[in-house]
């Protein structure tokens, strides 16, 4: 009597301990489901003037956080007059070291020849934009002198990019592109700070270009 009364225990021991597992399972499939959901800028393929030269995934330039929404596309301004895009990629990549203790990343890096880098993928965040590197995609425009204003054919490629980001992700370019220093008044990009017409004009050109690729399209 005893022994089969030991023995049923053991079986709901073991039962329980089955649920137990599926609950388990359960939960870390729905946990995974969700970490995968789509992002936004899954599946989407660049241009093809952008040249892909991922940061290696570190704390300081490439967290690897999901970038969960594009909400507006923030443009920056490298700061050092006359430095390439691969220089200020490169840049970046060496904070991986973390010797410098600075956090600084980008998605784009656009160059004084127009060329353009992409350092970080459009499904992961950068560190840019402070508190909007949560939902906004980041580009670093590099510059010939210290006015921090953009040669004409790095200002057409900053136009043509952010005009393609803001088709892709449905961005207004009146409202959703904005510069660092909307978010944080920091003088980035400085000439774009200093000069508020050329500011306009720039989202003016934005919103010109997105009708010329649609027309493409
Ligand atoms: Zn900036």
């Given at each position: 009597m005893s022994r089969v009364r030991t023995r049923r225990r053991h079986l709901n021991l073991r039962f329980a301990a089955l649920c137990l597992l599926l609950v388990f399972a359960l939960a870390g499939a729905a946990v995974w489901l969700w970490a995968n959901?789509?992002?936004?800028?899954?599946?989407v393929e660049v241009p093809d003037y952008v040249q892909e030269d991922f940061l290696t995934?570190?704390?300081?330039?490439?967290?690897?956080?999901?970038?969960?929404?594009?909400d507006g596309v923030v443009i920056h301004y490298v700061?050092?007059?006359?430095?390439t895009a691969q220089a200020n990629r490169n840049y970046f990549e060496s904070l991986s070291s973390g010797e410098t203790g600075t956090y600084a990343s980008s998605h784009f890096v656009v160059g004084l020849e127009g060329e353009v880098l992409q350092c970080i993928p459009l499904t992961e965040i950068a560190y840019?934009?402070?508190?909007?590197n949560e939902d906004t995609v980041a580009i670093e425009v590099c510059h010939p002198d210290e006015t921090g204003e953009f040669s004409p054919v790095t200002y057409q490629r900053v136009v043509e990019l952010t005009a393609w980001l803001c088709r892709t992700f449905r961005l207004d370019p009146e409202t959703d592109v904005i510069r660092h220093y909307d978010v944080t008044e920091k003088l980035c990009p400085l000439y774009y700070v200093e000069h508020p017409e050329a500011w306009d004009a720039f989202r003016a050109d934005v919103a010109a270009e997105m009708e010329h690729q649609a027309g493409d399209a």
């Open positions: 959901r789509g992002l936004p800028g899954e599946d995934v570190n704390p300081w330039s490439r967290p690897g956080t999901p970038l969960e929404k594009i700061g050092n007059p006359g430095t840019a934009s402070n508190i909007r």
